[in-house]
Every structure is written in structure tokens, then in C-alpha cells.
């Protein structure tokens, strides 16, 4: 597979039933290698109108054989050109965690990682609906306490119900999700991340701004072995084009920053370390 790096473009090769993708990402910071356990269509829980996935359809089947395969091969490629890799990320057409490969990929990829690229990290992109299934709950728990080099990176865009269901639209409850995360966080680490963007041309009105950093509030007070376990908070801005385009659309910069810098002074009138991002 010839290694190439554009924002957009690459993401796209998802779409093509692409196994693994080499992709620059603002959120790495360099170069992200993707892992799709959805090649041949998208599944997720979530429906959410920023979403940057289009409709499409394969005759690809995910295999770890191809995945290995893929990989290896990515891995060498941005290494003779001197690419460094920021990490190997599971993200894909839909949400990785659902997927019945997902904990063999996921040894695969940190085996791959480990013996090819120590310095990058492991990333799993979720929602967290895949939390609400105890098996996979315990995995991930279990992984993220024993592999200090796999970061997972929890969906959390709403506050409130009402936001979640413009946001997010799912048929999961919004008041279970969070319990779940609320608990997941009490066992291990992660990275919160948040998309902001407009819906309908409104942003996030301000009973759900209240909300939203009240809530994360929580989930970063919650402690383990006398440290907070959320590692950071990712505040991102709409940066693609979605299908459902211009239901969902970019906010200012200045609007971004400003709910970096409300969540930052929430943050310090708990004591908590100021540990937000924000990527435009």
C-alpha cells in the first residue's frame, strides 16, 4: 500500500474497504495510522450529523490476516520515508469496540506496535456504547490498566439529553451511557473527547454549556490511586465534510477557545490540573 497523507483524502479510503489507512491527524499531531474493522459498511449506535462517514457500500471483509498485513506494511513504508507515527489508532467506518475482532485486532495491533513502533501510542476511538456490554468493559479496563501506552479516546459531546439527541442521535439512553462512562473512569484511564459544532445554525445553548462542564467536571474528579483518570479533554471543531451537510456546521474559533478557557476555570475551582486541548 503506497503511503499517502492528506487530511481528507485518506479518510476517505475507508470508504473503499481499506483494512488501514495512513492519515495526518490534527488531534496526533502527525501521522495516525487507522484501523477500519468496518470495511464493507458503517455500524454504529451513534448517528451523529457531523459525522464524516458517507454512505457506502463493499464486498470487503474485515480479516486480521489483512490486517497484519496492512499494518506491517504502513508502518515500514512512513519509516523509510522518515515519517514519524504519532500512533495506531481503531476508529474506522463505525464504532470499533462493537465489532466481534475487535480484542483479537486490538492484541494484534499492539504486538505490530510494539515490535515496529514503541514510541507511538495504541488509540481507541469510542463512544462508549460498547461499555454497556460487560465483556468488553472488562477488556478494555483490563488493557488500559496493564498497557500504559493504549490511550482511549471516550465520546462525551453532550450535558444533557436534549443535546444528545441533537448531537449524537441514539437510540441508547443518554443517563446509561454516562453511568457507564462515570464508571469505566473509575477504572481506568482515558481522554475525553468532545466535538462542537452548530446544528441547525445553533450552537450549544447554555443550560447545555452548564451541563456539559459540570459533567466533565465529574468524570475528571474521578479518582484512582490518588490521580484523576482522565488523561485529557479534547475540544475539536467540525474540520470535514458529512453527508448530512449543512445540518452540522463549523463554529468560530473564538467560540472553541472560549469554551476551552469556561472549562479550564471550571476545572481550577476543583483543584483539577488544566488538561484541555483544543484542535480547529
Known amino acids: ?9 485518506n479518510h476517505r479510503e475507508r470508504e473503499k474497504g481499506f483494512l488501514v489507512y495512513p492519515v495526518y491527524s490534527r488531534r496526533s499531531a502527525g501521522l495516525s495510522i487507522g484501523i477500519n474493522l468496518y470495511p464493507n459498511k458503517k455500524s454504529c449506535l451513534f448517528n451523529c450529523p ?17 490486517m497484519e498485513e496492512d499494518l506491517r506494511s ?8 522518515n515519517i514519524p507515527i504519532k500512533d495506531i489508532c481503531f476508529s474506522g467506518n463505525g464504532e470499533p469496540t462493537l465489532s466481534p475482532f475487535f480484542g483479537e485486532a486490538l492484541n494484534l495491533a499492539e504486538n505490530i506496535r510494539s515490535q515496529l513502533a514503541p514510541l507511538a501510542k495504541l488509540v481507541v476511538i469510542t ?39 441533537k448531537i449524537n442521535r441514539s437510540n441508547v439512553s443518554f443517563d446509561e451511557l454516562t453511568n457507564i462512562k462515570k464508571e469505566f473512569i473509575t477504572s ?21 454549556i452548564k451541563a456539559w462542564e459540570e459533567l466533565v467536571c465529574q468524570l475528571a474528579k474521578n479518582i484512582l490511586n490518588g490521580k484523576s483518570n482522565v488523561r485529557k479533554v479534547q475540544i475539536y471543531g467540525k474540520a470535514r465534510s458529512a453527508p448530512e451537510d449543512p445540518l452540522a456546521t463549523e463554529l468560530p474559533a473564538e467560540y472553541l477557545e472560549k469554551r476551552a478557557a469556561s472549562l479550564r476555570s471550571a476545572f481550577s475551582e476543583y483543584g483539577i490540573t488544566s488538561i484541555v486541548e483544543i484542535y480547529l
Not at 500500500?1 to 483524502?9: D, E, F, N, Q
Not at 457531523?50 to 489483512?66: D, G, K, R, T, W
Open 50 to 66: 457531523y459525522c464524516e462517514v458517507f454512505p457506502f457500500a463493499s464486498n470487503a471483509q474485515f480479516c486480521l490476516e489483512q
Open 127 to 165: 463512544n462508549g456504547t460498547g461499555l454497556l456490554q460487560p465483556n468488553i468493559f472488562t477488556m478494555l479496563k483490563n488493557e488500559a490498566e496493564a498497557n500504559p501506552s493504549l490511550d482511549i479516546w471516550l465520546k462525551v459531546d453532550a450535558g444533557t439529553p436534549q443535546w444528545y439527541e
Open 1 to 9: 500500500m503506497a503511503l499517502k497523507i492528506t487530511p481528507v483524502t
Open 188 to 208: 481506568a484511564p482515558v481522554t475525553i473527547q468532545t466535538m462542537l459544532c452548530a446544528i441547525n445554525g445553533q450552537p450549544q445553548p447554555q443550560t447545555e
Open 74 to 81: 504502513v508502518i515500514i513504508s512512513s519509516q523509510e520515508q
